[in-house]
């Protein structure tokens, strides 16, 4: 089992730029997939981005592809989001989770064996 804390969401305004944290305790950080995910309010739960468990290959909603990178510290049991150009549309709750199949980047929701707590990112106009 694996627990997972997120940190560095905020109000920044468009244009800005946040970098998100999922430091993660428990089990071997490296036996994991980990995801990105948001939700805005009304809205569902929706993939961000993933990263494999050794960070040497990512992939990117369409949404956030060249805006947003996802890397990793497997020695600091730690994934990273960095968002740049954000938007007022990129507002929501991002979550981190982890996957233990390692065989498979997933943009999946139900895929994902754990999950944090959420942060709140809010960009204004």
């Known amino acids: 089992q694996v627990q997972l804390v997120e940190s560095g969401g905020g109000l920044v305004q468009a244009g800005g730029s946040l970098r998100l944290s999922c430091a993660a305790s428990?089990?071997?950080?490296?036996?994991?997939?980990m995801g990105w995910f948001r939700q805005a309010p009304g809205k569902e739960r929706e993939f961000v981005a993933v990263?494999?468990?050794?960070?040497?290959?990512?992939y990117y909603a369409d949404s956030v592809k060249g805006r947003f990178t996802s890397s990793r510290d497997n020695a600091k049991n730690t994934v990273y989001l960095q968002m740049n150009s954000l938007k007022p549309e990129d507002t929501a709750v991002y979550y981190c989770?982890?996957?233990?199949?390692?065989?498979?980047?997933?943009?999946?929701?139900?895929?994902?064996?754990?999950w944090g707590q959420g942060t709140q990112v809010t960009v204004s106009s």
């Open positions: 989770a982890a996957d233990a199949n390692l065989h498979v980047l997933s943009n999946k929701v139900p895929e994902y064996d754990y």
């Open positions: 428990g089990r071997t950080f490296s036996s994991y997939v």
């Open positions: 990263i494999s468990w050794s960070g040497d290959f990512t």
